[in-house]
């Protein structure tokens, strides 16, 4: 007996191997969007990858420390919105550029996994590897 649930679906042999909803992790880069700043949506032409950051004069990728294309420009609502969980003060980590002194926090570390080398997204300089337990941003009471 043969068993086919539509569209060569076979029960039997060809088991779901995840029951989770795949939700992408947003990369995220810049002050807290309860800060005020006006943020856009920038693309790496080098790797191809996507990530949000706050605007500025000139944005440099922090994957290849190359000059970054903005796609979009996008309020602080706009994106707390989208990127909901990924921008919660537990998921940002705080980090600090030694050579242009900007201080801002990101969210790589929970979308890109084994990598360290990192560049800073104002001057284009590599930055350290980040300390095994980062600062978090202080927690709102």
């Known amino acids: 007996m043969k068993l086919i649930l539509g569209f060569g679906y076979y029960p039997y042999t060809q088991k779901p191997v995840d029951y989770q909803p795949y939700r992408p992790v947003y990369l995220f880069r810049g002050p807290p969007p309860d800060a005020g700043f006006s943020y ?21 990728s922090p994957l290849s420390g190359k000059s970054a294309k903005l796609l979009e420009e996008m309020t602080s609502d706009q994106i707390e919105r989208l990127l909901g969980d990924d921008i919660k003060k537990d998921n940002l980590r705080q980090c600090q550029c030694k050579y242009c002194g900007a201080d801002y ?12 080398d990192f560049f800073c997204h104002r001057c284009g300089s590599k930055l350290p590897p980040p300390p095994a337990e980062a600062k978090k941003p202080p927690q709102e009471k």
Do not use: C, V, W
């Not at 926090?105 to 360290?116: A, C, M, S, Y």
């Open 105 to 116: 926090f990101d969210n790589f570390h929970l979308g890109i996994k084994g990598r360290d």
């Open 40 to 60: 856009g949506l920038f693309e790496d032409e080098e790797t191809g990858k996507k990530y949000y950051a706050d605007l500025g004069l000139d944005s440099f």
